[in-house]
């Protein structure tokens, strides 16, 4: 009686840890492709690969001309997000162009020198701002701007 029970426990985390790798794969092929499609409409702004890795790199390491280039590069951006709404700082912009470019919180938190918490809060303000449902991604919705 114990060895089925065992054998039955054994086959349940077995499906459940399989189950779990197709998950993990499913989510790193998304992520693959999202980052992809970035790269793709990038380059529909006539972004070259140099171009994309400076803005990538002023981004990450927090530096000051990264604000100006983004705007180079993506000139209707910021007016369609103050468009949305016109009482947005420099600083809400800010990480409105740093999510454009698919930073995840974690990203944008080590990019900023900020916590994980302090991102969050921010995103969430961000959120309230542009009127933005708590059942889409935040992440999401300013990639189709």
Do not use: W
């Given at each position: 009686?114990?060895?089925?029970f065992?054998?039955q426990?054994d086959?349940?985390?077995?499906?459940?840890i399989?189950?779990t790798r197709m998950k993990?794969?499913?989510?790193?092929?998304?992520?693959?492709?999202?980052?992809e499609l970035?790269?793709?409409?990038?380059l529909l702004?006539?972004?070259?690969?140099?171009?994309?890795?400076?803005?990538?790199?002023?981004?990450?390491?927090n530096?000051?001309?990264f604000?100006?280039?983004?705007?180079?590069?993506?000139?209707?951006?910021?007016?369609?997000?103050?468009?949305?709404?016109?009482?947005?700082?420099?600083s809400e912009?800010?990480?409105c162009?740093?999510?454009k470019?698919?930073?995840?919180?974690?990203?944008?938190?080590q990019?900023?020198?900020?916590?994980i918490?302090?991102?969050?809060?921010?995103?969430?303000?961000?959120?309230k701002?542009?009127n933005?449902?708590?059942e889409?991604?935040?992440?999401?919705?300013?990639?189709k701007?």
């Open positions: 009686m114990d060895i089925v065992i054998k426990k086959d349940l985390i077995y499906g459940l399989k189950d993990d794969s499913t989510i790193e092929d998304l992520l693959k492709e999202n980052k970035l790269k793709q409409q990038m702004n006539d972004l070259t690969e140099e171009d994309i890795q400076e803005i990538f790199s002023l981004a990450e390491n530096s000051p001309l604000y100006d280039k983004f705007q180079i590069f993506f000139p209707h951006f910021i007016p369609a997000v103050l468009e949305l709404n016109p009482g947005l700082i420099y912009l800010y990480f162009a740093l999510m470019l698919d930073f995840d919180t974690k990203k944008i938190a990019c900023t020198n900020t916590s918490r302090a991102v969050e809060s921010r995103k969430y303000r961000i959120r701002k542009l933005i449902p708590s889409i991604n935040i992440n999401s919705f300013i990639l701007i």
